[in-house]
């Protein structure tokens, strides 16, 4: 597991590294063919090696062991780090589109030449990027939005390679800033859902795909227990989820009541892959413990890490 983290953290740092660099010659190429398209790509650029940074960044925290203060550990970190990835994707875009707006009054004459050079040595970049990310993605919302971030901009490659050879054929200058918002509307939409995942983990809502009555009802098929309520579910980051709640059992001594707790977090952790359990006994029934499972409404966790 180490090694795989190891890895995983080395793929993050050398992609920074061939993102920075490429950053820089996609810059001075777009001054030098006076392309707002090559420009606003350099900045969206500029947001993937932003994106890689902090995602290298909070990779490494989250594999902090707990401390004394962050009991829970590290594990916040990536998700803050791809809202604010998020965050900035989006300022990049409302820049992008006030820029292509002024060019569409005032065009300017455009070096296709050097668009389209640029642009394919882009997409090999971002390709090369995404391939290294690809299956870490899958699990990691801080990787997944690394990993959006470089498919929005291979995306604005291919754009850009197509407008260039289109300017090459008509001579038409408005297709420059044309592509910039096509590339400004890419960069908001890979944003978006990594805003509503990341402020929705962030604000202890019920981890992605999982169903409360669902989690109470599994419970309530284990053998001796009576009742399930007061539950709570969250997520500390996008793979590692916590859960709380009362159980009501009969009254047992303390080898059978553990013999239960350990059947409970066993179905936790195989079925719903919640590691983090805190489960209350109760072997009374208290008058106010009516099932929270039946309620339909979501209930935020009292919990403040």
């Known amino acids: 597991m180490h090694t795989h983290a190891h890895a995983t953290g080395r793929k993050l740092q050398l992609s920074l590294w061939v993102t920075t660099a490429f950053i820089v010659i996609e810059f001075v190429a777009g001054i030098q063919a006076q392309s707002l398209a090559l420009l606003s790509d350099a900045g969206h650029n500029f947001t993937d090696a932003l994106a890689l940074g902090l995602a290298w960044f909070a990779f490494y925290l989250q594999g902090k062991p707990p401390s004394e203060t962050k009991t829970f550990g590290y594990h916040r970190a990536g998700v803050l780090s791809a809202f604010v990835n998020a965050l900035a994707l989006v300022v990049l875009a409302v820049w992008i589109f006030y820029e292509s707006v002024e060019r569409f009054q005032a065009p300017r004459v455009v070096d296709q030449n050097i668009m389209l050079v640029v642009a ?177 409404y979501a209930i935020a966790g009292e919990h403040h890490h």
């Open 120 to 296: 394919a040595a882009g997409l090999v970049v971002n390709v090369i990027v995404m391939w290294a990310l690809h299956a870490e993605s899958r699990d990691d919302i801080n990787i997944r939005g690394a990993f959006m971030h470089m498919l929005g901009d291979a995306l604005s490659s291919v754009g850009i390679i197509i407008g260039s050879i289109a300017i090459g054929m008509t001579g038409a200058l408005w297709i420059d800033p044309l592509l910039s918002v096509v590339i400004a509307v890419l960069i908001l939409w890979s944003g978006w859902d990594i805003i509503v995942e990341s402020m929705h983990i962030l604000l202890e809502g019920l981890p992605r795909g999982m169903k409360r009555d669902e989690v109470c009802g599994a419970l309530r098929t284990i053998d001796g227990v009576i009742d399930v309520h007061d539950m709570h579910i969250w997520s500390l980051s996008s793979n590692a989820h916590a859960l709380s709640c009362h159980a009501v059992i009969e009254d047992i001594p303390p080898s059978a009541s553990d013999r239960i707790l350990h059947r409970m977090n066993a179905l936790l952790a195989d079925r719903f892959s919640i590691r983090h359990t805190t489960i209350q006994f109760e072997h009374v029934e208290c008058e106010h413990a009516e099932s929270i499972c039946s309620e339909s």
